[in-house]
């Protein structure tokens, strides 16, 4: 286009136009071309500022990408942490459980799981300050009694919840 334009300057300049007329025609193709480049540089303007806008906010997203994928891999490293290390005392915490209950005489093995089946995971507690941590009732006075008199290895249990009741130096017998 601006090749045309110049064509036709130069025909006009040449002085090989003569006719009015065709002068005048020529002019207002000159005049045209000229405003339709001027739009067109517009254009070509306004498209280079999108282009410049695009890529900044494609900087901008991978950034946040970057960032974004940066907590995903420091939040993955720390949940593996934290399983790594259930496992661990789960094993041991297993591995505990079976020495322990080893040592238990199993009809006393077999009553506690019976009661902790029934009782939401917990079929022993310990008898503090006269108080069942099973339940958390306060022992009866006459319960209190009879625990006082049992056997060191007779089994005693709460009245209330029926859990295998634990004695310490701090029952408050
Ligand atoms: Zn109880």
Redesign the pocket.
């Given at each position: 286009m601006r090749q045309r334009a110049a064509r036709d300057q130069k025909r006009l300049d040449s002085g090989a136009v003569s006719s009015p007329k065709d002068l005048e025609n020529l002019q207002r193709e000159i005049t045209s071309l000229a405003k339709r480049q001027g739009d067109l540089e517009d254009v070509v303007l306004e498209v280079m500022e999108r282009r410049e806008s695009a890529q900044e906010r494609v900087a901008e997203l991978t950034e946040r990408v970057g960032s974004v994928q940066g907590r995903i891999d420091d939040a993955t490293a720390r949940r593996d942490a934290a399983v790594e290390e259930i496992d661990g005392e789960a094993a041991s915490v297993t591995k505990e459980r079976e020495v322990v209950s080893a040592s238990v005489p199993a009809p006393l093995l077999s009553l506690y799981e019976k009661l902790r089946g029934q009782q939401g995971g917990i079929g022993a507690?310990k008898l503090y300050a006269r108080t069942?941590q099973?339940?958390r009732?306060e022992l009866a006075i006459t319960e209190l009694n009879e625990i006082r008199s049992a056997a060191p290895d007779t089994v005693v249990r709460?009245e209330?919840?029926?859990?295998i009741l634990v004695r310490t130096s701090e029952s408050g017998l």
């Open positions: 507690a069942c099973g339940c009732q709460c209330n919840c029926r859990r």
